[in-house]
C-alpha cells in the first residue's frame, strides 16, 4: 500500500511517499514556511517516482501542534486529496513524529515544537521496541515552564525538536543528564508520518475525514472582548 | 508619552501615516484604533506610501488580512469580523511575511494579549460629521522609547505644516 505524508507543522514543508517496506521518494524544504509548495512538490514526487495520484492508498497528514498558517494549507490539501480519492486518512501530531524519529533510546524522549511568542509545544515519550508512548500529555509552556517540568522527571532525557534547539540555552539548566538530539532531526519529517500511518492503515484504524483538524493546545475558545465595537454600532 | 495631531483632511491623515512609516523598522506592530470611518485604512493608505508600497492600499475588513511589499513588508489586518480568540489564532499573525515585516492592526486594542509588547498605538477620533479627525499616538514597550524624541520632532514639523499640531 502507497501512503502519501503531508507534514507542515513547522517552517520545514515536508512531503513523502511510502509503503510499509519502505521510503519511495521525500522532499523536504526547509528554512522558511513555505506551504504553497506542498502541491507542487507532490507533483514532482509523483514524476520523479513514476507512480500515479490513483495509485496512493492512504493519506498521512501532520496535524499539530504547529504553526496555524502550514497546518491550515497542509491538512486543507490532504483532506481535500482523501475526499477526491476516495482514500483514507490518518492524523499525526508532529511530536508523535519527532520522538518517533529518535525513538533508538533508553532515554526519555522530549519532543519540543516552538510554539512562536516565546512558548513552546512539547510531550514526553518513551522508547518501546518498534515505536514510542507518550507519557505526558501535549502540552504549551514558556521555556522556564518546561524546564521545571523537565526537572522533576528521572533519569536521562533527550531532547528533540525545533523549540529544543531554539531554547537550548534555557534548557542547557538541566545539566548533562539532557542531550540535544542532531538538528537534522529538529522538524517532523512526512516520511515518519507515512512509517507511523502504515500500521493504522494496515488495521484500518482512520481518522473520520473531518476529525483531522488542526491540533490547538493555547487556550482560544474565549471570545474577543469587543465592547468598543459594541459602543461604535450603537453610535 | 502621547502625541496629539488634529487633520482636516484624509490626505493629511494619509501624511502622518508617512511620517510614522519612516519610524518604523522590522518587527514593528502599530495598533489602529477608532470607529468605523474614523479613518485607520486612510491612515494605513499613508504607511504604505512611506513603505514605498506601490499597490493600492484598501480596507482588510473582509479579507481580514492583506499583504503588501515595499521598503519593509507590510502584513494589513482588521480584526473587526472576527468573533472568538482562535479566529484571531487562525489568521497566524506570527507568521505573515517575512523577517523585515511591519504589522498593521485595525481594531488591535480588542487582542492586545495577541500581540507583542512593544508596539504603537494610533488612536483616531471623529465627530462623526466633518473630515477632521484627532490622532493620538502612544507608545508601548521599550523600543518605541529610544526613537519618540525623534518621532514627536518630525510629527510637529508635519503638524505644524497641517496648521493641526496640537500637543
Known sequence: ?235 | MRIELRTETPEQTREVGGVLATFLGPRDTVILTGDLGAGKTTLVQGIGRGLGVEEHVASPTFTLVREYAGRLDVAHVDVYRLERIQDVMDLGLDELGGPDRVLLVEWGDAIEELLPGDRLVVELTTDGVSETRRIAIVPQGRSWAARWERLEQALAATGDALEGFAG
Open chain 1, 1 to 235: 500500500m502507497i501512503v502519501l505524508g503531508i507534514e507542515t507543522s513547522t517552517p520545514q514543508t515536508s512531503v513523502a511517499l511510502g509503503t510499509e517496506q519502505e521510503t519511495l521518494g521525500k522532499v523536504s524544504l526547509a528554512g522558511a514556511a513555505r506551504q504553497e509548495f506542498v502541491t507542487p512538490v507532490l507533483e514532482q514526487l509523483l514524476t520523479w517516482t513514476g507512480l500515479e495520484l490513483g495509485q496512493v492508498g492512504g493519506i498521512a497528514v501532520g496535524v499539530g501542534p504547529g504553526l496555524f498558517t502550514g497546518l491550515r494549507v497542509g491538512i486543507e490539501t490532504a483532506k481535500s486529496l482523501a475526499q477526491v480519492l476516495s482514500i483514507p486518512i490518518v492524523g499525526i501530531t508532529s511530536l508523535d513524529a519527532l520522538a518517533f524519529s529518535v525513538r533508538h533510546t533508553h532515554k526519555l524522549i522530549v519532543a519540543v515544537i516552538d510554539g512562536r511568542r516565546g512558548e513552546t509545544f512539547y510531550a514526553v515519550y518513551r522508547a518501546l521496541p518498534g515505536g514510542v508512548v507518550r507519557g505526558s500529555d501535549y502540552e504549551v509552556a514558556t521555556p522556564d515552564h518546561l524546564c521545571a517540568e523537565l526537572e522533576i522527571l528521572p533519569g536521562e532525557l533527550l531532547a528533540v525538536g525545533n523549540g529544543a534547539i531554539l531554547y537550548r540555552d534555557q534548557l542547557a539548566e538541566l545539566g548533562s543528564r539532557l542531550e540535544f538530539a542532531s538538528s537534522i532531526r529538529a522538524h517532523p519529517e512526512a516520511a515518519a508520518l507515512v512509517e507511523l500511518a502504515v500500521p493504522r492503515f494496515l488495521r484500518e484504524d482512520y481518522d473520520r475525514l473531518y476529525d483531522v483538524t488542526p491540533m490547538y493546545l493555547r487556550r482560544s475558545d474565549a471570545e474577543i472582548a469587543w465592547d468598543r465595537r459594541e459602543r461604535g454600532a450603537g453610535a
